[in-house]
């Protein structure tokens, strides 16, 4: 019997970095390092010396040396302690937040790192949830349909503010002496790999889903860029490239110095860089269209593939070869989800629930989770729309807000509970049948991500609404376990590795055995309640009933008053 | 210098009657005893020795011998100890819930004080909250309709379960035994004036808001009675009375035996009953048109004056000198207020409030309403239907349900807290918007009960919503106070009296001296708001968007499934 071949995946996460060591045959996650940056999330000022530089709102900043210190902490322990020859490790692959991004001289090096620049905010990294962008992306998308821009189609119809151009036009805005320095704008995704190879490469999937790229047609013209602001048109040719990269190659190999912080060998694989939900798709085991894969956690990111790309009103993004070679990836999403749950168990819930958790001794979503499951569906007589942090597919609008309906004197917390629940997955349910009037049949789900792990309630309600099947994948670290999958696949067959992601998949990714089938006993009800559903959703989030636009420029207008 | 003239007046509310002595100079309250009612209120089983009978959902009884201990224990108690002589004591005045009603014998002996009788549930008093005559107001309200009853208008096109002709009819289906043995069947507020007198008196109060009486028209024709059931036609004229006493009279004089019970003189003057919102409104200084009445504690009731009477769709009822003598009186209502505010602190507020609230040794109401004041109008983004118990008025509609617009993750518990206050702030400006469109000025207010005493910011916002200053009754029994001034004018002049209840109010009522003047600067955004606040309850209220509706008709299948 030969020796075990092993990947390792990165997965960036906003607080901390995960790697895991994973074996290739089979996928079994060998031993994990988790590594909290030290810098956590930059919000509020510079860290020291510089803590007298202050950031303004919706400002969210990351230090690239904390990215670093995955290598040289998490990775060499990971390395150090599995009892594994560096030899068998064939490959590594990372993935990433999306679009975090920073500037950077020729060399790789960060702007924050050098005095000239290092008490600017703009020489840092602009973390993905960093929405100080707000006035960049509204000029944007503005210019965008002024200028009939052909890639607006393939993102809904707008983007977001946490995408790349916007986060790169406030450098130049804001910041020209950082934005004149640097001599590379890049993905942190991408950075972290230059750093381990030496060699600068740029994703498609970033430069798909987040920098308005595509393969047939590459990115927005200088005209448009110039259109935006006088100095800007030269953006890709001058900060970025045109060579894009696709997921599923190997990017280069473990240079001298990456072998010494990491303790791998130098000339190990390493995978072209991805985003950390689309990597999860084939580590869910999908590789192919027919099956959704909801990576379910804050907020829900929703991927599907598709042998072609009709135009999908409000879906994030279509790019090809995007999340599985040969194919378009569809991205959708649902802001709010663990988060609106999140919300309610800290914002809602009345102290008699959280005594009987400590009682218990389990947590309060549990609580909640158990009185809820004894209710019928359409019991509470309870309904909501779940925009708690607005609606990211198929409406495009965060100004849109929650809305509760159907309470009386008798109303429980637990009702609220699975009320809020249901919205979400009617939400979900929302992004299904929009997939499926544009002629991309969804015959069942896979879910990832923290949410499924801990509430069967939630799993079995969603399949209810959806009258599909939700299967879930059997690793809780499918980022992870996705970017070692891509290890594997750049490392090659020759090396013990894999050709395809497709083959890699069939070793490595698994499900559990459990399957969440519909209950046909709730469906009728639920069919009732998610036609009241979209219904509002439209009156609501379609300019029908202007309510809530009408509260949220009532709001703006009083705190500025 | 005279000797001082006291009244007492007697308040008899859902779970204790309270009795005051009051003294008719300047309505000072001398000295007040309040009676716990031994078996409250009646709504599992039967008191014992017939615990054995166990009443149905939506029942709720009372025990007569409730009501006359009142007189026998507090009222004897307040006489006793007061220090003053009985000879000073020159009348007595008493307030009832509404429509509370019991079956008795011709001599005023209740049913269910018989032992043939005793074990039956319908023999006992029917509390105002016995909402089990649902069936019997539905098919009253389909009759009407059918029958084009004039006086279906007066009471906004439907009436409540809660009055009392459904009340007598269920009697008649349920207990056919029961309803032939009672010669009479009596309001309990006229019952304990009777017990008081030996005088059978049928106040225009309740008559006219409860039991489909006016001045003019007298009650319905007994085809109208037949129509509903056959032997129900001669209900008026078998079980009841058409002398109708208004108030402001005297019902009669204390009997040597109701003298023996409170320690009165036999002979004191017994004003006619009445009802506790009501008899609140001269109490609260107001006795002519112009000033709304707003009695506000779980629900609001509103009173209003007026010289004539036109239809205002959706108010409770309005009675020919049904409030004060020579004047219309308008009743509309608001089903949940302190209900509400009372809901959301048990179910909806974390425990950091309730910490903070045993830390500050406060009052949660407090802690919350201290952290809402802080707010502008509209800051919160929030807006809601106050519809958690149905709507009196003026849709008056109890399928009606509460709705919240507006949540963000951001959203915290006392910004819930002050949208559930404005929302009955707008609700309330409804029925003035209401009231004013029917050609009924309404310049100010005068508010009264539990809620305004606690609550400084929910009057400063009931001020800027509606736009209007309001003063707050002296008294925080105006009940029991409006009770004694009719005892005082019952009474008469020559006895130390008041000829008219307006100069028994010129005298005994007060407001205090803080008055609620609307904020200019809160006004134009609680405009907005409002305007939005009326669109909504248009759309969710009058049949545009059937949401509500349909949540509690899947609510209902899905109990009933």
Chains 1, 2 share one sequence.
Not at 61 to 89: E, K, S
Not at 309 to 324: F, K, N, R, T, Y
Not at 497 to 509: K, L, N, R, V
């Amino acid at each position: 019997m030969s020796e075990s071949r092993y990947t390792i995946g990165v997965d960036f996460g906003t607080e901390s970095a995960r790697a895991v060591l994973v074996d290739v045959a089979d996928g079994r996650e060998h031993s994990v390092e988790v590594h909290p940056y030290r810098n956590g999330v930059i919000d509020a000022c510079l860290p020291e010396p510089d803590g007298d530089v202050v950031l303004g709102p919706d400002w969210a900043l990351q230090d690239p040396n904390d990215y670093l210190d995955t290598f040289r902490i998490a990775v060499r322990r990971l390395v150090d302690g599995a009892g594994v020859d560096p030899r068998q490790v064939i490959g590594i692959g990372i993935d990433f937040t999306a679009c975090t991004m920073l500037p950077t001289t020729a060399d790789g090096t960060p702007l924050c790192f050098l005095d000239a620049h290092r008490r600017d905010p703009h020489a840092w990294v602009k973390l993905w949830k960093h929405h100080a962008a707000q006035p960049e992306a509204d000029d944007i998308n503005r210019v965008a349909r002024e200028l009939d821009q052909p890639w607006l189609d393939r993102y809904g119809g707008r983007i977001s503010s946490e995408w790349f151009f916007p986060k790169a036009l406030q450098i130049l805005r804001e910041a020209p002496d950082v934005y004149r320095a640097a001599d590379r704008l890049v993905e942190a995704a991408d950075w972290v790999v230059w750093q381990l190879t030496d060699v600068e490469t740029r994703n498609n999937c970033t430069a798909g889903y987040k920098a308005l790229w595509s393969a047939d047609d590459g990115f927005p013209e200088p005209q448009f860029f110039e259109a935006l602001e006088p100095g800007f048109g030269e953006v890709v040719d001058d900060k970025m490239s045109r060579a894009v990269v696709a997921i599923g190659q190997a990017a280069g190999r473990i240079s001298e110095r990456a072998a010494a912080w990491t303790g791998l060998l130098a000339g190990t694989a390493v995978a072209v860089a991805n985003v950390d939900a689309h990597v999860s798709v084939p580590a869910a085991t999908v590789t192919r269209p027919g099956t959704l894969v909801a990576i379910m956690g804050t907020s829900i990111c929703h991927v599907v593939l598709a042998d072609d790309a009709p135009a999908i009103s409000g879906m994030c993004g279509v790019v090809e070869d995007g999340v599985i070679p040969g194919f378009y990836g569809y991205e959708a999403g649902q802001a709010a989800v663990g988060d609106l749950f999140g919300w309610f168990v800290e914002h809602g819930v009345p102290p008699v629930y959280h005594e009987a958790a400590r009682a218990r001794g389990v947590s309060l979503h549990e609580v909640l989770a158990d009185a809820a499951a004894a209710l019928r569906p359409g019991e509470s007589g309870l309904l909501a729309l779940d925009w708690w942090n607005g609606n990211r597919s198929v409406l495009v609008d965060a100004d849109l807000s929650g809305v509760l309906l159907g309470m009386t004197l008798a109303t429980e917390a637990p009702e609220i509970y699975r009320a809020l629940i249901e919205a979400t997955a009617f939400g979900t349910r929302v992004i299904i049948d929009a997939f499926e009037a544009g002629g991309i049949a969804i015959d069942g789900v896979v879910a990832c991500g923290g949410l499924p792990d801990r509430n069967p309630l939630l799993m079995q309600i969603y399949a209810d609404v959806t009258g599909r099947s939700w299967r879930v994948a059997a690793s809780s670290q499918t980022p992870a376990l996705g970017s070692a999958m891509f290890a594997a696949v750049a490392a090659g067959r020759e090396a013990g590795g894999y050709a395809t992601i497709e083959a890699a998949a069939d070793s490595m990714a698994h499900l559990r055995d459990e399957t969440f089938v519909p209950n046909e006993a709730n469906r009728p009800v639920y069919d009732e309640l998610y036609a009241e559903y979209v219904r509002l959703h439209d009156l609501f989030g379609r300019g029908g009933d202007p309510a809530l636009k009408t509260l949220k420029r009532i709001r703006l207008g009083s705190v500025g008053a």
